[in-house]
């Protein structure tokens, strides 16, 4: 059996969740072994019925009321102790910041070696996998050698599977409670209470359309050129290191190996040269349009589409333009 | 407040990545070392912790001698002493790398000092494993929280944010000593001063020599990642260019009406 951690959001599976289940899938019907399915949390019934067509035989509900508020001791004591009865031969998780938190946390508890980022697996012994460095500039191929195999799946790095539609394959998955015996050590470290975002925006991560900036920007108030075209668009706005390094944004903004992975229709990079530090988090874009000054820049070797020249003159023209054409 | 910062040396890749002829390992010859930008916050943070609320800061690293490097980096900004856990310069998987710091942890602290809080950075910047400081608290019985991007201590307690999904933040309370796993953003580092330079170099660091146990994963070999690269359209050249992008966004759909 292949056990999948699937993460929801109020009973929504998520995204990196379902690419998760495409890959523990294809590896499942290789290998002749079912996928099972863990899910925390108030929602997670309504979770589960929504991996219908997803290759999940069996969904192993948490909804336990002292896990209402995220707790990754806890959630890794469960994922163990499914781990002790299932016997799975993998346990694979999104590598997103509460996948790669939990599934340390079981590596930790288990004493096993965890893979994180992996972007595919070819099972058998010795059992082989390919895995991110550098947040995905670089891959290592790699062997791990446990009895349990531990892994977490880079963003965007499977495709998510169409569901089934047809025959036994279709069904949802049979939902089985599971009430998990949890220590005053396994809930020491739980999410305290929330605070919501100082300005309602849209989320960087689940914007259609990004307009990044960088260095070339030149100044925090030159954003206003920046800010007045994604309000055009509808879209967010990112940016590179040395924006936020400079203070002259957020760091919640920085896209990028130490910031965020994003994944929009189009990507507008203005002024951002393009170090593979960045590359790294937009190149999940579907398009990229580059505007800079210089055109041998390493972004044009990423980029669909260029505009060279001054992105002070570029990008509000492209606003006025956007304007005129739209009558707004 | 006592804290302990770890740190790992790393190439200074900025332009393109260059593999060894054999393919396992990035070619550094023409390259410098840093750490990773969580662990340059880390440093940072400890730094300042200690300045508001007294104590003491440690760096330690586990790698070759020329790791000593990054120690002296960190001692530059004022970080007061440095622990070197020596190594031949070869890989040590995640398991191996915790199990060398807890013992040195140990080691430190049977002889005296006490760390009220370990801080890491959320991921090494090559590795990228996700996981050396959760086994180090768990081994040490500490509670821990991964991605840290504000930090505030009161009355035996740290309290800790980061970023939620959706946007917000998740607030997490932990009673000291703990394990905290950084992000860049938590706070911007200062640059090293001429004379903070010339301390850090007479500084004396301690060794250690750990034994490696055996863990995983297990390099095989390192290879470039294919079919990044495009062939970009040139579809204009300033202002000029503002129609052709327009038309552009409507082609592609992402002009609202």
């Not at chain 1, 070339?216 to 030159?222: D, F, M, N, Q, R």
Request: charged content about 20%; overall charge negative.
């Amino acid at each position: 059996m292949i056990l999948a951690l699937v993460e929801h959001a109020d009973g929504r599976p998520e995204r990196l969740s379902l690419e998760t289940l495409s890959l523990a899938r294809r590896v499942g019907s290789g290998i002749g072994e079912p996928v099972d399915a863990v899910l925390f949390g108030a929602g997670a019934t309504e979770a589960a019925g929504q991996l219908a067509g997803r290759g999940v035989s069996v969904a192993h509900v948490v909804e336990d009321g002292r896990l209402a508020a995220f707790a990754p001791v806890a959630w890794a004591a469960s994922v163990v102790q499914l781990m002790a009865t299932r016997a799975p031969s993998i346990v694979l998780a999104a590598g997103s910041d509460r996948g790669n938190e939990v599934m340390a946390h079981v590596g930790a508890r288990t004493d096993l070696p965890l893979a994180a980022n992996v972007t595919d697996v070819v099972p058998g012994e010795p059992f082989r996998l390919t895995r991110q460095r550098w947040a995905g500039s670089l891959l290592e191929d790699a062997v791990l050698d446990a009895p349990t195999k531990l892994l977490t799946m880079a963003p965007h790095a499977v495709a998510i599977d169409e569901p089934a539609t047809g025959g036994a394959a279709a069904g949802a998955p049979v939902v089985e409670p599971f009430a998990p015996a949890l220590t005053d050590d396994d809930l020491r470290v739980a999410v305290a209470r929330r605070l919501e975002p100082e300005a309602a925006g849209i989320s960087l991560t689940d914007a259609r359309v990004v307009v990044g900036g960088g260095r070339g920007v030149g100044s925090p108030e030159a954003f206003s050129e920046l800010e007045e075209l994604a309000a055009l668009l509808g879209a967010a706005v990112g940016v590179s290191r040395v924006v936020t390094s400079s203070g002259w944004r957020p760091h919640s903004q920085q896209i990028g190996q130490t910031g965020l992975r994003i994944a929009p229709d189009l990507y507008i990079a203005c002024g951002i040269s393009g170090a593979i530090q960045h590359i790294v988090g937009a190149k999940a874009a579907k398009r990229i349009l580059a505007i800079n000054t210089d055109p041998d820049a390493p972004i044009m070797s990423v980029a669909d589409y260029a505009v060279i020249g001054n992105l002070h003159e570029i990008v509000p023209a492209i606003s006025a333009e956007i304007r005129r054409v739209t009558g707004r | 407040m006592n804290i302990l910062v770890c740190v790992k040396r790393v190439p200074a890749t900025g332009g393109r990545i260059t593999l060894t002829a054999d393919g396992r390992d990035i070619d550094t010859r023409y390259l410098g070392f840093t750490v990773s930008p969580h662990e340059e916050c880390a440093v940072e943070e400890a730094v300042r912790i200690v300045e508001k609320h007294g104590g003491s800061s440690t760096v330690l690293t586990l790698g070759p001698e020329v790791a000593g490097e990054q120690l002296r980096d960190a001692m530059a900004i004022g970080i007061e002493r440095a622990v070197l856990l020596e190594t031949d310069g070869a890989d040590w998987d995640p398991l191996a790398t915790a199990a060398a710091i807890v013992d040195a942890v140990k080691e430190l602290e049977a002889e005296g000092e006490t760390f009220d809080l370990l801080l890491f950075g959320n991921e090494a910047a090559d590795t990228g494993d996700f996981q050396v400081g959760i086994r180090v608290a768990t081994a040490l019985g500490r509670p821990s929280v991964t991605g840290i991007k504000a930090i505030d201590i009161a009355d035996g307690q740290v309290v800790v944010r980061r970023d939620a999904a959706g946007g917000g933040w998740e607030v997490f309370e932990l009673d000291l000593p703990a394990v905290l796993a950084v992000k860049e953003g938590l706070n911007l580092p200062r640059y090293p001063s001429v004379p903070g330079r010339l301390r850090a170099k007479k500084k004396e660091i301690v060794r250690m020599t750990p034994q490696p146990r055996a863990g995983g994963p297990t390099k095989e070999r390192l290879r470039l990642p294919e079919g990044n690269e495009s062939t970009v359209e040139v579809i204009g050249q300033g202002a000029a260019a503002a129609p052709a992008v327009v038309e552009l966004l409507t082609r592609l759909g992402v002009l609202g009406r």
